[in-house]
């Protein structure tokens, strides 16, 4: 066909390239991941646009009805826009051609959509303004109506002999950023903008010298966080620079690195609002094709050098038992965080700022069993607003360092995903990480991390840095590097709440628990302890063994106590014959006495027995019972005379209180599976009786079944 007139870009970006210096690419690339996409063509194919999982592109490849169009002075490919449908990030459907009214016999792309996709901006031909020797590019604004693309329209601007291309519209949607030769620019064809003002574009604008210079500034893209992305081959090849426009034109620019620019054309891009991740035009492979690439790790600017914290801190006290190893117990800290260190001075770092409830306590070494509370305070940990590093502050080349960041926080915000920067070209993520260094110098290690305002629900970037020595083996022995941590000195300023120690009218009883009711001191439940004693405190009777001047004399009896079923057990303070204040956080058990049952039943009136039996320590009834259980309603329904007396057995393993409960709870399950079937209240009658009727006792074996049951007495009523 005659190809005569047909018009061509201004600028033959593609298939041409710049002189210029080369931009070396980093070694160390694993931080990104970079992939040419199957659907590029061997035609050309660049400037994509992604939205609504569609993506749009420029190329120079055969359409749907076999044509391809050629510049006759040139020969180069005219390009036209197709799309193609996204599977996932890179991979598509097979491209399609974008729209007859939209493409046209001319060069069409690159393009840019309206957040809706119902209005376009693209860069085509004006055959209108066309003459003999100048051949300008307009931007068209083509509208989608009732689901059909309307036919391109100039905008009101592009006039003259200039040309006008490569649109990007604002996050506003008013505002158009694109390139220009009009006269008054700083270069070649520099940025200009223009803005939808009372139904009409405005006349451009130039961004300033500030983001154009003395070359060309092209293949604008502005993404939705405000960042405009352009191409410019200032430095010789077409790289990619970017500058924050959100607030004005003012920023200042930046050249970006791999993978958007190597020493080939990079240009054309699509970015997503966090920069991590998106699409390049690029003829890094000898053809212009699209690229997709993803960075593994954010990007985080202005980080702050790391400030030491003040949430570690050393505890100790002075001894008051002199042999803990032959008197087998142990000093523990409880820190009132849910951390316990055992030791009389021990170092803690508290994740969080609050106030705490410290303990030193004495314990069984064994069990881990509270024997005494020797001290107790309230410990404020005042906020850090910090995030924090922990690691040496020198490192031995090529050895794995640790590096841990669990203490770091950030008020009002919560933590997610960390991320650290070695200054070495690697990179890592994860609460605490490990790195070897294989050259010796100074690097800054920065922690970036991506946090949930808890207010606002957004994610917000927060970054620290410290630098470290990278040293051999011989200079780290010769300097002794230490751990860069802060402890704190002892808090010897807080005000204790309790602490009770031997001398004067001080004496030590072992609390074997406390009880609303006044149990005798010679109850069965007080049996075989020696020198039983009650005292009442506001309403409520405690129970206590010994008496004693020193705290080691008090072992024996606690010692008899726990063994005997009080494993609540805990030795406490008394001044004289009144209990000393603040330990109630220690006395801990209730107490029930269990009394003797004796029964008497009328055997003549019981018509049927029914066992229910249960594991060890359960009182959930089990499938097999159930049907002998609904076997005893029915006759109950059959007949209103009939009643049942429900005996609530434990076997004799454990404590009687906690038997005598166990009991109680077995009986409450019998009698709700009754009562679920019918049965009325009034006609039940349960008697918990703990460990006092069992069937069976061995001393060598006493976890007995026939022990652990409930049963049920069928009766004649004697109403």
Same mark, same amino acid.
């Given at each position: 066909?005659?190809?005569?007139?047909?018009?061509v870009?201004?600028?033959?970006f593609?298939?041409?390239?710049f002189?210029?210096?080369? /931009?070396?690419?980093?070694?160390?690339t694993?931080?990104?991941?970079v992939?040419?996409?199957?659907?590029?063509?061997?035609r050309?194919?660049?400037?994509?646009?992604?939205?609504?999982?569609k993506?749009y592109f420029?190329?120079g490849?055969v359409h749907?009805?076999g044509?391809?169009?050629?510049?006759?002075?040139?020969?180069?490919?005219l390009?036209?826009?197709?799309?193609?449908?996204e599977?996932?990030?890179?991979?598509?459907?097979?491209?399609?051609?974008?729209?007859?009214?939209v493409?046209?016999? %001319?060069?069409?792309?690159?393009?840019c959509?309206?957040?809706?996709? =119902?209005?376009?901006?693209?860069?085509?031909?004006?055959?209108?303004?066309?003459?003999?020797?100048?051949?300008p590019?307009?931007?068209?604004?083509?509208?989608?109506?009732?689901g059909?693309?309307?036919?391109?329209?100039?905008?009101?601007f592009c006039?003259?002999?200039?040309?006008y291309?490569?649109?990007?519209?604002?996050?506003?949607?008013?505002?158009l950023?694109?390139?220009?030769d009009?006269?008054?620019?700083?270069?070649?064809?520099?940025l200009y903008?223009?803005?939808?003002?009372?139904?009409?574009?405005?006349?451009p604008?130039?961004?300033?010298?500030?983001?154009?210079?003395?070359?060309?500034?092209?293949?604008?893209?502005v993404?939705?966080?405000? !960042?405009?992305?352009f191409?410019?081959?200032r430095?010789?090849?077409?790289?990619?620079?970017?500058?924050?426009?959100?607030?004005?034109?003012t920023?200042?620019?930046? @050249?970006?690195?791999?993978?958007?620019?190597?020493?080939k054309?990079? %240009?054309g891009?699509?970015?997503?609002?966090?920069?991590?991740?998106g699409?390049?035009?690029?003829?890094r492979?000898?053809n212009?094709?699209?690229?997709? %690439?993803?960075s593994?790790?954010?990007?985080?600017d202005?980080? *702050?050098?790391q400030?030491?914290?003040?949430?570690?801190?050393? %505890?100790?006290?002075?001894?008051?038992m /002199?042999?803990?190893?032959?008197?087998?117990?142990v000093?523990?800290w409880?820190l009132? =965080?849910?951390?316990?260190?055992?030791?009389l001075? *021990?170092?803690?770092c508290?994740k969080l700022?609050?106030n705490?409830?410290?303990?030193?306590n004495?314990?069984d070494?064994?069990?881990?069993?509270?024997?005494?509370?020797?001290?107790?305070y309230?410990?404020?940990?005042?906020?850090?607003?910090?995030l924090?590093?922990e690691?040496?502050d020198?490192?031995?080349?090529?050895?794995?360092?640790?590096l841990f960041?669990?203490n770091?926080?950030?008020?009002?915000?919560?933590?997610?995903?960390?991320?650290w920067?070695?200054?070495?070209g690697?990179?890592?993520k994860g609460?605490?990480v490990?790195?070897?260094?294989?050259?010796?110098?100074?690097?800054?290690?920065?922690?970036?991390?991506?946090?949930?305002?808890?207010?606002?629900?957004?994610?917000e970037?927060?970054?620290?840095?410290k630098?470290?020595?990278?040293?051999?083996?011989?200079?780290?022995k010769?300097?002794?590097?230490?751990?860069t941590?802060?402890?704190?000195?002892?808090?010897?300023?807080?005000?204790?709440?309790?602490?009770?120690k031997?001398g004067? =009218?001080?004496n030590?009883?072992?609390?074997l628990?406390?009880?609303?009711?006044?149990?005798p001191?010679?109850?069965?439940v007080?049996?075989?302890l020696?020198?039983?004693?009650?005292?009442?405190?506001?309403?409520?009777?405690?129970?206590?063994?010994?008496?004693v001047?020193?705290?080691?004399e008090?072992?024996?009896y606690y010692?008899k106590?726990?063994a005997?079923?009080?494993?609540?057990a805990?030795?406490?303070?008394?001044? @004289? =014959?009144?209990i000393?204040p603040?330990?109630e956080?220690?006395m801990?058990?209730?107490?029930?006495?269990?009394?003797?049952?004796?029964?008497?039943?009328?055997?003549?009136?019981?018509?049927?027995?029914?066992?229910v039996?249960?594991?060890f320590?359960?009182?959930?009834?089990?499938?097999?019972y159930?049907g002998?259980?609904?076997? *005893?309603?029915n006759?109950?329904?059959?007949?209103?005379?009939?009643?049942?007396?429900?005996?609530?057995?434990?076997d004799?393993?454990?404590p009687?209180?906690y038997?005598?409960?166990l009991?109680k709870?077995?009986?409450?399950? !019998?009698q709700?599976?009754?009562?679920?079937?019918?049965?009325?209240? @009034?006609?039940l009658?349960?008697?918990?009786?703990?460990?006092?009727?069992?069937?069976?006792?061995s001393?060598?074996?006493?976890?007995?079944?026939?022990?652990r049951? *409930?049963?049920?007495?069928?009766?004649?009523?004697?109403?």
């Amino acid at each position: 066909m005659n190809n005569k007139g047909i018009i061509v870009f201004l600028f033959l970006f593609l298939g041409c390239s710049f002189s210029g210096i080369s /931009q070396n690419v980093p070694a160390d690339t694993s931080s990104y991941l970079v992939k040419r996409l199957s659907i590029n063509s061997n035609r050309g194919d660049f400037s994509p646009y992604l939205l609504d999982k569609k993506l749009y592109f420029s190329t120079g490849r055969v359409h749907r009805y076999g044509l391809v169009y050629f510049n006759e002075d040139t020969l180069h490919e005219l390009e036209d826009v197709f799309y193609a449908e996204e599977i996932d990030s890179v991979d598509f459907k097979s491209p399609h051609y974008f729209s007859e009214k939209v493409n046209t016999r %001319f060069n069409d792309g690159p393009l840019c959509f309206n957040r809706a996709g =119902d209005v376009l901006y693209i860069t085509g031909n004006d055959i209108k303004r066309i003459t003999k020797h100048i051949e300008p590019l307009d931007i068209f604004v083509v509208h989608k109506v009732h689901g059909h693309w309307e036919a391109p329209v100039s905008l009101p601007f592009c006039t003259g002999t200039n040309s006008y291309c490569h649109p990007a519209l604002m996050p506003d949607e008013k505002t158009l950023i694109f390139s220009s030769d009009i006269p008054g620019g700083f270069g070649g064809m520099d940025l200009y903008y223009s803005k939808f003002e009372n139904g009409t574009w405005s006349q451009p604008k130039n961004l300033g010298p500030k983001i154009n210079g003395s070359k060309n500034e092209l293949f604008s893209f502005v993404n939705a966080a405000g !960042v405009l992305y352009f191409s410019s081959n200032r430095d010789g090849n077409l790289d990619v620079f970017s500058v924050d426009v959100s607030g004005g034109f003012t920023g200042d620019i930046k @050249k970006e690195g791999w993978p958007l620019n190597t020493n080939k054309d990079d %240009f054309g891009v699509w970015i997503d609002p966090s920069g991590n991740s998106g699409y390049f035009s690029s003829d890094r492979g000898g053809n212009d094709d699209i690229y997709y %690439f993803a960075s593994k790790y954010p990007r985080f600017d202005n980080c *702050v050098t790391q400030k030491k914290p003040t949430y570690c801190y050393t %505890f100790f006290e002075e001894s008051t038992m /002199q042999s803990e190893d032959t008197l087998g117990m142990v000093y523990e800290w409880d820190l009132g =965080d849910g951390r316990r260190q055992r030791g009389l001075s *021990v170092k803690h770092c508290y994740k969080l700022p609050g106030n705490y409830s410290v303990q030193l306590n004495i314990v069984d070494k064994a069990s881990g069993a509270l024997f005494y509370n020797e001290l107790s305070y309230d410990f404020t940990v005042e906020e850090a607003k910090l995030l924090y590093i922990e690691s040496r502050d020198t490192f031995a080349v090529g050895a794995a360092s640790d590096l841990f960041s669990i203490n770091s926080q950030i008020p009002g915000c919560t933590i997610g995903d960390r991320y650290w920067f070695f200054g070495d070209g690697k990179y890592e993520k994860g609460k605490n990480v490990k790195h070897v260094y294989t050259k010796e110098g100074d690097y800054w290690i920065q922690l970036g991390v991506i946090a949930r305002n808890d207010s606002t629900g957004k994610s917000e970037k927060f970054c620290t840095q410290k630098k470290v020595l990278v040293r051999d083996s011989a200079w780290i022995k010769a300097h002794k590097p230490v751990i860069t941590k802060v402890v704190w000195p002892p808090p010897h300023n807080v005000d204790s709440l309790f602490h009770a120690k031997e001398g004067g =009218d001080v004496n030590f009883r072992v609390h074997l628990g406390s009880s609303k009711e006044d149990i005798p001191v010679n109850a069965k439940v007080f049996s075989d302890l020696g020198d039983v004693k009650k005292t009442k405190e506001k309403g409520i009777f405690h129970y206590t063994s010994g008496k004693v001047k020193k705290l080691t004399e008090a072992i024996p009896y606690y010692r008899k106590a726990r063994a005997k079923g009080f494993t609540s057990a805990v030795v406490i303070s008394f001044y @004289k =014959d009144s209990i000393l204040p603040r330990q109630e956080g220690s006395m801990k058990g209730e107490i029930v006495n269990v009394p003797m049952i004796s029964l008497a039943i009328d055997t003549s009136k019981v018509l049927w027995t029914v066992n229910v039996f249960f594991e060890f320590n359960e009182s959930k009834i089990s499938h097999e019972y159930e049907g002998r259980l609904d076997s *005893v309603c029915n006759r109950l329904k059959d007949d209103k005379k009939l009643e049942l007396i429900i005996l609530a057995i434990s076997d004799t393993v454990g404590p009687a209180e906690y038997n005598y409960k166990l009991s109680k709870r077995r009986a409450g399950s !019998v009698q709700k599976h009754l009562k679920a079937r019918g049965i009325g209240q @009034k006609r039940l009658d349960v008697i918990s009786l703990g460990e006092n009727l069992p069937v069976e006792y061995s001393t060598r074996k006493n976890v007995v079944l026939s022990n652990r049951r *409930v049963e049920i007495l069928l009766v004649k009523s004697g109403k």
